[in-house]
């Protein structure tokens, strides 16, 4: 399993931005579906955006669409999480997550990603 690393986390004010980051050592078969899911306190983790390793194949959860973009750049093994006009619902520790082509296919499902994050803190304020 390829260790992740993330970054960008923050507290902002309601309709700020911030932009998260997950550095993977390499890119494998294992974490060709790189995702983001989150956790709010007192709430179950949900499936935020995903993205497959040609750039192409991505999810967004509804509630984040026309607000929150994601990308990657394999040359660089990182994918990124680009929020705009965040809402105070969108505050919780944001986990990157690594996993096969079956995780991006399969619309995050937590068990398709095999590979996790120790997660970065997004907080917004009204």
């Known amino acids: 399993r390829v260790p992740l690393k993330e970054s960008g986390g923050g507290s902002v004010q309601s309709g700020g931005s911030l932009r998260l980051s997950c550095e993977s050592s390499?890119?494998?078969?294992?974490?060709?579906?790189m995702g983001w899911f989150r956790q709010a306190p007192g709430k179950a983790r949900e499936g935020v955006a995903s993205?497959?390793?040609?750039?192409?194949?991505?999810y967004l959860t509804e509630s984040v669409k026309g607000r929150f973009t994601i990308s990657r750049d394999n040359a660089k093994n990182t994918v990124y999480l680009q929020m705009d006009d965040l809402k105070p619902t969108d505050t919780a520790m944001y986990y990157c997550a690594a996993g096969g082509i079956v995780a991006c296919i399969a619309s995050m499902k937590e068990y398709d990603f095999k590979t996790w994050g120790h997660g970065t803190q997004v907080t917004v304020s009204s």
């Open positions: 993205i497959y390793s040609d750039g192409v194949m991505t």
């Open positions: 390499e890119l494998t078969d294992s974490s060709s579906c």
